[in-house]
């Protein structure tokens, strides 16, 4: 089990803390750029004999400054903090992000917080990261005020696997658009998300494919369309097809996540269950019949199968090196 303290408050700061070294940001989805500092991070505290401290906000500064341009997380909290514990870091500090604290000017939250509160030795940060009022507070910025107070800061340029970097927008776009084959070349994994079964119409049932109904906390949900999955539910794996979107063959308003587990049967109700995206099927159709309906949702199950008796789950696995 890996162990990460998470602090809300400078409060709960251990009184022993001493010198740290510090990354600072949003780092939601936590994708193979973030990963790579991350390691920077880890390597440059072990090396320094300081605890490593990764430093972001709850909630994300948009959606409280900005809320129509506020974009749909690829974490849930939950997520956010068990991906980042997996790099062995030793702080996260999810920083209360309100209109006081956005007050805050650069050289304010230098000296405030990273200096008299966290003690910073060391700052690494991403080549494009900024805060503050009119986001004055860059690596530029944050060079020449490590310079002057007496610590140092290390930016790491841009990492990519395509000749672009990676980037939650970049990704965030993808999931969007229902690319959740290629999304894992910039996470490292297969996007996923946890929901709770609960009541839905039978419809599935009816149509002879019964289906459970999740509610999930996930904002950034792919494009509506059928897919195949990988599911975990009770310490067991199973392939699966999901369907996202309104249903339009029975003119349905509400958009719903639906789950058909592949040699499944049993009483899912009120459990959780993990769903790991594999290929995109198709989009959303609105067929003729009821019939045509059945005959495609068997097509999908067959291509389904075929997909997912090679596909394995992709772990987030911990790949820091030392060296």
Do not use: W
């Amino acid at each position: 089990m890996l162990l990460m303290d998470i602090l809300k408050s400078f409060d709960n700061l251990p009184g022993s803390l001493g010198s740290s070294v510090i990354t600072l940001g949003n780092f939601d989805g936590v994708h193979l750029g973030h990963r790579e500092l991350f390691r920077h991070l880890v390597k440059t505290a072990r090396q320094l004999d300081c605890p490593s401290i990764v430093y972001t906000f709850d909630p994300h500064p948009l959606k409280l400054l900005a809320p129509d341009k506020a974009p749909r997380l690829l974490n849930t909290a939950e997520e956010k903090r068990r991906l980042i514990a997996a790099s062995h870091v030793d702080y996260l500090i999810e920083s209360p992000f309100d209109t006081e604290f956005a007050k805050m000017s650069p050289e304010q939250f230098v000296e405030d917080i990273l200096i008299n509160k966290l003690h910073v030795k060391a700052l690494i940060v991403g080549y494009d990261y900024a805060f503050g009022k009119g986001r004055g507070g860059d690596t530029e910025f944050l060079k020449a005020c490590g310079k002057e107070k007496g610590f140092s800061v290390e930016v790491l340029q841009p990492v990519g696997g395509d000749g672009l970097p990676y980037s939650s927008t970049r990704i965030r776009t993808m999931i969007a658009a229902g690319d959740v084959a290629e999304v894992v070349r910039l996470l490292g994994r297969q996007y996923n998300l946890e929901g709770v079964v609960v009541p839905g119409d039978q419809r599935g049932r009816e149509l002879g494919f019964p289906t459970a109904n999740l509610e999930t906390e996930k904002e950034q949900l792919p494009a509506p369309g059928v897919y195949a999955v990988k599911v975990r539910h009770d310490l067991q794996e199973y392939g699966g097809v999901v369907n996202i979107g309104t249903r339009p063959t029975f003119d349905g308003k509400t958009s719903t996540i639906e789950v058909y587990l592949l040699d499944y049967t049993g009483q899912l109700y009120g459990q959780k269950m993990r769903i790991y995206f594999v290929e995109r099927l198709r989009g959303e159709q609105k067929f003729a019949s009821v019939d045509h309906l059945v005959g495609a949702i068997e097509g999908d199950i067959a291509k389904a199968r075929q997909i997912l008796q090679s596909t394995q789950i992709i772990q987030y696995r911990e790949y820091l090196s030392l060296k």
